[in-house]
């Protein structure tokens, strides 16, 4: 059973940057080894500067590429991960992508896009999770605040993002006989690149507005959260957790 990071094996799925690159820093500080995910070409560098980050930890690093809306790929990054730190022990998915679009407006190509990387990659990546974790493992997944909100814009994003409790839930009871506990972090709108390409000045504004401290979700305020839910947080399972400074609830 997962109690501490010393030690441990942790997939990170889009864990060279952001909130992911944070989180596979802060595992390989608390002793754990990391395989390291990252989707394309485009975030190759950020990716291998995390890696030499979490190298320089004195841990076991691995680095791994793929797009994971392709079930093969999923399978193929558990295998990869599990050649090159050992079987994993924490599997944490952060992909996703963000559109801001009205439903007049949106494409069939847009629609499917937005579904097949934030439910389909995030339902194959709990199932390969679930094949490959230890007994007694933890898989986390980040969904979004917006679950919460009752707003415009976001169909796909939300939409997209919605199944993930319904995977989390039907895994959690799933692999609960092997002491695997699943959860999702739902962060209010994030203080990235992620969501400033679909945001006006004025929005962004209102979105700060609406959290304590006039301030977005900043990444330093979730890590903990995923590093909480990995360790001592392990009867914690099912759940989606909105952690975002009051930002919304339901």
């Known amino acids: 059973m997962v109690r501490t990071l010393e030690g441990k094996n942790v997939l990170i799925a889009g864990g060279g940057k952001n909130l992911g690159g944070l989180f596979a820093r802060e595992a390989a500080a608390a002793g754990a080894n990391v395989a390291i995910h990252y989707n394309s070409e485009s975030s190759r560098a950020e990716a291998e500067g995390t890696l030499a980050d979490v190298q320089a930890a004195g841990v076991k690093a691995v680095l791994l590429s793929g797009d994971l809306t392709v079930p093969a790929n999923v399978e193929k990054l558990f295998a990869d991960a599990e050649a090159g730190i050992g079987a994993i022990d924490v599997a944490v998915n952060t992909v996703g992508k963000v559109l801001r679009k009205p439903i007049a407006e949106t494409t069939e190509g847009e629609y499917d896009s937005m579904f097949d990387i934030n439910a389909k990659a995030a339902y194959f990546f709990i199932k390969e999770a679930g094949a490959h974790l230890a007994d007694g493992g933890r898989i986390i997944t980040i969904v979004t605040s917006l679950l919460g909100a009752f707003t415009d814009g976001y169909s796909t994003y939300a939409g997209g993002k919605s199944p993930v409790e319904h995977f989390t839930r039907a895994a ?5 006989d092997r002491g695997i506990s699943v959860t999702a972090i739902a962060p209010g709108p994030m203080d990235t690149p992620f969501f400033y390409g679909q945001e006006t000045p004025e929005r962004v504004a209102f979105h700060k507005s609406q959290a304590m401290g006039d301030q977005l979700t900043q ?3 979730i890590a903990p959260i995923i590093t909480f839910l990995a360790t001592d ?9 909105f952690a975002n400074g009051g930002y919304t609830t339901r």
Not at 172 to 176: C, D, G, L, S, V
Request: hydrophobic content about 45%; proline content about 0%; overall charge negative.
């Open 219 to 221: 990444i330093e305020d």
């Open 172 to 176: 959690a009871k799933e692999f609960a």
């Open 233 to 241: 947080g392990w009867w914690i399972t099912g759940q989606t957790i």
